[in-house]
C-alpha cells in the first residue's frame, strides 16, 4: 500500500490539550498514519480534538480510527471532539454512518480548547 502524499497530519498544542489537524484524504492507504498520529505521546493529552475540516475524503477505515479514538478517550475518562465545520463530505459520512449521535462533532477546537 502507498502512502498518499496528499494526506497531512500535525498536531497542535492548545490549553488544555491538543489538536490533531488532517487535511487531504483519510483512506485504507492513509488512516494507519491517522491512527499513528492520535496514539502519538504528543497527541496523550485529557482533551484531543480531531480537525477534519481540511478533509476531503473519509472511507470507512478512517471512520474506524475515529470510532477507536473515541472508545480509548471514554475508558480513559479523556475528551475526545470531533471538528467538521464546513467539511461536508466528511460530515454527510458521519451523519449517514451515524456516528454523529456518537461523536462530540463541534464547529471549532476552541469550542473545547482555549488557545
Do not use: Y
Amino acid at each position: 500500500m502507498t502512502f498518499d502524499p496528499l494526506f497531512k497530519v500535525r498536531h497542535e498544542p492548545r490549553e488544555g490539550g491538543v489538536v490533531v489537524i488532517a487535511s487531504g484524504e483519510i483512506d485504507l492507504a492513509t488512516s494507519p498514519e491517522l491512527r499513528k498520529a492520535l496514539l502519538d505521546p504528543q497527541a496523550t493529552a485529557k482533551t484531543v480534538v480531531l480537525d477534519l475540516r481540511a478533509v476531503t475524503f473519509i472511507d470507512s477505515s478512517g471512520l474506524g480510527v475515529i470510532v477507536g479514538q473515541q472508545k480509548r478517550a471514554r475508558e480513559t475518562g479523556d475528551g475526545f471532539a470531533v471538528v467538521v465545520g464546513g467539511a461536508s463530505a466528511v460530515e454527510r459520512i458521519l451523519e449517514l454512518s451515524g456516528l454523529v449521535k456518537v461523536l462530540d462533532i463541534v464547529d471549532d477546537p476552541s469550542e473545547r480548547l482555549l488557545g
